[in-house]
């Protein structure tokens, strides 16, 4: 039975996939509440509120995938998601249209003075003259971080004829062009705008990005507007341009603690607050946790995912298309890693033919998974391969080459040990498999898969007797065999096939052959 923990509230809607799912246990409780059943959870889903640390994931030792129903990842600790071999997803887009609604609700509120004037109205008092607003029409609202929320604050502020500006330095041209807004410096942002609105994720660079500095450089009589992460406008330097009314006004969805507590912005009558509400909405909220539902089936249906944080993301359709190279480059990595048993530095790929015109860093990372599987405790897969490689001291690269060398496609892998090197070529072959072609110098034509045992020997009548009778002496049936040689009467291959693993004895015992020099014991 697959476990999996709801630890922050979640639409019930938007969970329905994993809920009828009879395999499926969802359990919906808060951490502290299943403290001693942590290690037995499959999948972590999670909002805001719940913070997935280091020491969380420590214990969370059968966990998998951490599902984060919502844009930011601030509240997950990645880096050591990607170490214990944790998938992280997100739902990037189910709530982007509630939060620009919601950025835009803050504007109206804080232009037209709403929240001053609904509390006067409810107080039994009628001021008109108080609550004198100004329009939004013609107003130059500056916009910086320029992804899906951006976007749609822009589209929104078009219909209320605002002028907008932009300021996102991974923005590209053409992207800006086809939306059609002025995309300019921050300082020419800072200048022009009389309202701001950010909208970025908040990093080393975001954070305190409208410190005292650049709101020095704002318009007098600005409006700020923060619905995307507390930090971005630096709260203690909002103080000043607040008391001597340079900032006009200020809506917050976000906080840098939250809740805030007894926070001095929260005194101004000019500051507007809502309690981190942008994707509270019921569309949202069902939107975000359908697509973190389905994208864990997706996962633990062996299948991969679209909005992974840690992981290269797959359409469905790249997927189809690399599904075979996957599962060949795993199995070329476990057989390389046991044929191998020594220190290796460096791993070489080169992918030849169809496949090398596919997207082939997942390919790779499940070579490097398989081949890094039998050598480390922890758990190892694609997302955290390349960074057990590199940690290990092993090398890995890519080449490409259009030519596919007799095959259709093929994956040759050479893996460079402390005292020798092996090299390996598999290809996939339609309706028939996967096939490895060259082992260790040798051609040869066999399916990577179940019991295998290699030897090699000299090329001399009789020895494939020798080996079938002491393997039927001992009741081990042979499925299949392969054999190649270099040339006649030289080094020579078998690869066979077992229908049950064979132990250290006969292993041995045929290790004790005249004219056989290695014998090795293959699991795939
Ligand atoms: N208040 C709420 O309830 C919600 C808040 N959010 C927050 O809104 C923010 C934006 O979300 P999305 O638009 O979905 O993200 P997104 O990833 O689509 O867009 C972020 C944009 O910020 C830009 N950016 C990054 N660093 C920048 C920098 N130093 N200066 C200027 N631009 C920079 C990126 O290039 C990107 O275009 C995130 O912080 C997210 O966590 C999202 C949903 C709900
Ligand atoms: O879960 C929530 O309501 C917060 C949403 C949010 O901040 C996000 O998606 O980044």
Not at 126 to 149: C, D, M, P, T, Y
Not at 157 to 185: Q, S
Not at 245 to 269: I, N, R, T
Request: hydrophobic fraction near 45%; proline fraction near 4%.
């Amino acid at each position: 039975m697959i476990r999996i923990l709801v630890a922050d509230a979640m639409s019930e809607e938007g969970l329905a996939p994993l809920l009828a799912d009879p395999t499926i246990e969802v359990v919906q409780k808060k951490v502290s509440e299943v403290e001693d059943e942590l290690d037995q959870f499959d999948a972590l889903l999670v909002r805001s509120a719940t913070k997935v640390t280091e020491q969380l994931l420590q214990k969370m030792t059968n966990l998998k995938i951490v599902g984060r129903a919502g844009v930011g990842v601030d509240n997950i600790d990645v880096d050591a998601a990607t170490r214990y071999g944790v998938v992280v997803i997100n739902a990037p887009n189910g709530n982007t249209i509630s939060t620009a609604e919601h950025t835009f609700a803050m504007m109206a509120s804080l232009v037209r003075r709403i929240p001053q004037a609904h509390i006067s109205v409810k107080s039994r008092e009628w001021n008109r003259s108080a609550f004198v607003g100004v329009e939004l029409f013609g107003k130059h609202l500056g916009i910086i971080g320029f992804g899906r929320i951006g976007s749609e604050v822009a589209k929104r502020a078009r219909a209320f004829g605002m002028h907008v500006h932009v300021y996102d330095p991974f923005l590209t041209k053409v992207r800006a062009e086809k939306i059609g807004v002025d995309v300019c410096t921050l300082d020419a942002l800072l200048a022009q705008a009389d309202i701001i609105t950010v909208h970025t994720p908040l990093t080393k660079e975001t954070k305190g990005l409208l410190g005292p500095k650049n709101l020095a450089k704002t318009k007098k009589g600005v409006y700020l507007i923060n619905c995307a992460r507390g930090g971005i406008i630096d709260e203690q330097a909002l103080i000043p341009f607040l008391e001597n009314g340079h900032v006009a006004g200020v809506a917050l969805d976000v906080f840098e603690q939250e809740p805030p507590g007894d926070h001095p912005l929260l005194s101004f009558d000019n500051v507007v607050v809502t309690p981190h509400l942008g994707a509270s909405t019921v569309e949202a909220q069902v939107n975000v946790a359908t697509q973190v539902a389905e994208e864990v089936l997706t996962f633990l249906q062996g299948k991969p995912v679209t909005s992974s944080i840690n992981l290269p993301t797959l359409s469905k359709d790249v997927y189809e298309k690399i599904q075979a190279f996957y599962t060949l480059a795993r199995k070329m990595g476990i057989l390389a890693s046991q044929y191998m048993s020594e220190p290796v530095q460096e791993i070489a790929i080169t992918y030849s033919g169809s496949v090398a015109d596919l997207e082939t860093t997942f390919i790779t990372r499940s070579l490097l998974a398989g081949f890094l599987k039998p050598r480390v405790a922890s758990t190892v897969n694609e997302v955290n391969a390349a960074m057990i490689a590199k940690e290990r001291g092993i090398a890995f690269s890519e080449k490409f080459s259009a030519n596919g060398n007799d095959y259709n496609n093929s994956i040759t892998l050479t893996v460079y040990g402390e005292n020798k090197t092996f090299t390996l070529k598999g290809t996939h072959i339609a309706h028939y498999g996967d096939r490895i072609v060259h082992f260790n110098g040798f051609a040869i034509d066999f399916a990577p898969e179940g019991h295998l045992l290699y030897i090699q020997h000299h090329d001399k009548p009789g020895m494939i007797g020798k080996v079938g009778n002491i393997l039927g002496d001992h009741q081990v049936n042979i499925a299949t065999m392969q054999v190649g040689r270099q040339e006649a009467g030289g080094k020579a291959i078998m690869m066979l096939s077992l229908d049950k693993p064979l132990d250290d004895a006969l292993v041995e015992t045929l290790e004790q052959i005249s004219d056989i020099d290695v014998v090795k014991r293959l699991e795939v």
